[in-house]
């Protein structure tokens, strides 16, 4: 058989599909998950940073390094187990323990992160949880229990899960510590696959919920300086409308307008774009839980359409109020801008007008001045002609008078002759 040439993108493709497994987890045990972004600009920062904190991370453990182009990283470090993952604008950390403290969501679990190391991340903290994984209790009444002693009762959402063979629990509450908490009871015998699965998605959840909201306060500021340009706008239009100043000064206004839209739509295109393509992960990842309700109690995706719901209408709105606003501009620019033509067409017509008319003195002044001309240089002809002819006139018998009746005629029309074909020439 003869050989094949691959596609040069065929195996980084064929990788993407494998590039971040779920953990393997058995009950009971912990996770500590972290969350990081830089504030600003964060698609095009040095993920190079990154990668170097990871690795100061793992020299302390003295753990592998992983590729230098690599995405995603798992590794054991000693008791502890590492899932690392480099995302477009963020990276996640998430360590994983046997067993589960005697306190429940114990903040010292957090420290298996050195604090010196902490104090030197590359970016600032996203979100952070402590998740903590157990059997589940015997009762439903137990598992209650466990929810009210460790979660805010009106903010919690608890589902059945893994074919209600898990049920997972959280708040959305930072606590104390800093720290997000979630809770998975798992029936005995539940495969850790299935578990590693369930914690896996419930970290995704967090972190694209949190990634999402990061529009929302651009929302809500862009939707202030909006309603500030809406009546700019709409007076400047009224003062269109009753001639209340020049055309050139609102056009210029509203260009100055139409700038600043452009300029907030430069600012905001990328975020919101991406709190879409986030929020779209978030539903995805909540329906791949496959929730059954957990007795009365709201489930996540309950949760995130009574929450999160109405913060992803805002941004849209915002969005949306933004594009339309800078089509409004837009069209009001092009009507008075069509007006200003239209008056400088009927200006520039009047000008042609005057200007016709001009021409039209100009060509008579022309005229009379060349039959004055005409007259003039006869004149003096006329003369000359009359003292060159004077012997030959006397030796006739023709007196000077006679004479110069007799040359007028023709040095009028020898005049005019050469006058008329010298404009002609012209």
Not at 170 to 190: Q, W
Not at 389 to 406: N, Q, R, S
Request: a neutral charge; one cysteine or more.
């Amino acid at each position: 058989m003869s050989q094949l040439e691959d596609h040069p993108l065929r195996y980084q493709m064929a990788n993407e599909l494998h590039a971040r497994p779920f953990p393997i987890l058995s009950a009971p045990c912990h996770a500590v998950f972290l969350a990081l972004k830089n504030p600003v600009d964060a698609a095009n920062r040095d993920r190079g940073l990154d990668l170097a904190h990871l690795i100061d991370l793992l020299d302390r453990f003295g753990a592998p390094h992983p590729q230098p182009d690599a995405t995603h990283f798992f590794c054991d470090l000693g008791r502890h187990r590492l899932k690392w993952e480099l995302h477009h604008e963020f990276v996640t950390y998430t360590i994983f323990t046997d067993g589960v403290a005697e306190r429940p969501f114990d903040p010292v679990a957090f420290e298996v992160f050195p604090a010196d190391w902490l104090a030197t991340l590359p970016g600032k903290r996203l979100t952070s949880a402590l998740i903590r994984v157990e059997e589940m209790p015997k009762t439903p009444e137990q598992v209650e229990a466990k929810i009210k002693d460790c979660f805010v009762a009106e903010s919690i959402a608890v589902s059945y899960t893994l074919d209600r063979n898990a049920i997972v629990a959280g708040d959305y509450r930072i606590d104390s510590a800093g720290h997000l908490r979630f809770a998975i009871f798992v029936e005995p015998g539940t495969g850790e696959r299935r578990i590693g699965r369930t914690l896996q998605r419930l970290c995704e959840i967090e972190t694209y919920k949190s990634m999402s909201m990061l529009a929302l306060p651009k929302a809500l500021n862009l939707s202030k300086r909006l309603a500030q340009i809406d009546v700019q706008v709409s007076d400047l239009v009224g003062h269109i409308k009753n001639a209340a100043r020049s055309e050139e000064e609102a056009l210029g206004e509203l260009l100055g307008i139409s700038t600043e839209l452009e300029d907030l739509m430069a600012q905001t295109s990328f975020r919101f774009a991406a709190s879409r393509a986030y929020s779209t992960i978030l539903e995805e990842r909540i329906a791949a839980m496959r929730e059954d309700r957990f007795g009365g109690r709201q489930t996540f995706s309950e949760f995130m359409l009574r929450r999160f719901d109405p913060a992803m209408r805002t941004v849209r709105s915002a969005e949306a109020h933004l594009k339309e606003m800078a089509e409004r501009v837009m069209r009001a620019a092009d009507l008075l801008r069509t007006r200003v033509e239209v008056e400088r067409s009927a200006q520039n017509q009047a000008l042609l007008e005057s200007m016709d008319k001009r021409a039209d003195l100009q060509l008579r002044l022309q005229r009379t001045v060349e039959g004055l001309s005409v007259v003039a240089i006869s004149y003096y002809a006329i003369n000359l002609v009359t003292y060159g002819l004077y012997p030959f006139a006397k030796a006739a018998h023709l007196d000077k008078p006679m004479l110069t009746a007799m040359a007028t005629p023709v040095v009028l029309l020898v005049v005019w002759w050469i006058v008329r074909r010298i404009r002609k020439a012209h």
